[in-house]
């Protein structure tokens, strides 16, 4: 939250819509903590609320606290996740379900890997027109550049691997 706050002041809505639309591509966060946690951002002094009124119609602002807060949180280590990858999970014991519901399961990373480098693509034109003259922006298009080659790897991987199983499906028949 306060880093989406620290582009520019938004509404909870604004927020879900940024998640949505641009952070979601590396980031997730639940929906339902958004007015949640932005009642405590605020009573914790890190944003403060423009207008008046209900929590859902307010445009809340970082505050100096707020951004010194992010920088910290910005400078922490960096945990380890550990890998959960279902489609990999599937193909490691695809001796179990065969050739071709492994090529459908990778069909479908296939198509989810094309429609993210179509929506990345568009992303990246419009942040890299922004990045002329905002140095914020130019930090954004590194996150969305690093998304471009992650879709077009997995796309790779996609292609090479359906080329797998079709030959191993025709050595089956």
């Known amino acids: 939250m306060l880093g989406a706050l620290s582009v520019e002041?938004?509404?909870?809505?604004?927020?879900?819509?940024?998640?949505?639309?641009?952070l979601g591509h590396f980031w997730s966060e639940?929906?339902?903590?958004?007015?949640?946690?932005?009642?405590?951002?605020?009573?914790?002094?890190?944003?403060?609320?423009?207008a008046a009124g209900q929590t859902s119609g307010s445009t809340f602002r970082l505050t100096a606290a707020g951004r010194r807060r992010l920088v910290h949180l910005l400078r922490e280590p960096i945990p380890a996740a550990p890998p959960r990858n279902g489609t990999l999970l599937r193909l490691f014991f695809g001796g179990l379900?065969?050739?071709?519901?492994?090529?459908?399961?990778v069909h479908e990373v296939r198509d989810a890997a094309r429609r993210r480098l179509d929506q990345l693509t568009a992303i990246h034109?419009?942040?890299a027109a922004e990045a002329r003259?905002?140095?914020?922006?130019?930090?954004?298009?590194?996150?969305?550049?690093?998304?471009?080659h992650?879709?077009?790897?997995?796309?790779?991987?996609a292609e090479e691997t359906l080329d797998a199983l079709r030959e191993m499906d025709a050595v089956d028949r």
């Open 9 to 22: 002041p938004m509404s909870g809505y604004a927020i879900r819509q940024a998640i949505t639309e641009t």
């Open 30 to 50: 639940s929906f339902g903590q958004i007015y949640p946690t932005l009642a405590r951002l605020e009573a914790e002094g890190l944003v403060r609320r423009d």
């Open 97 to 105: 379900l065969g050739p071709k519901e492994c090529t459908e399961v």
């Open 125 to 127: 034109a419009e942040v």
């Open 133 to 148: 003259d905002d140095v914020g922006a130019r930090y954004r298009l590194m996150t969305v550049s690093s998304g471009l």
């Open 150 to 157: 992650a879709a077009r790897a997995s796309l790779a991987w």
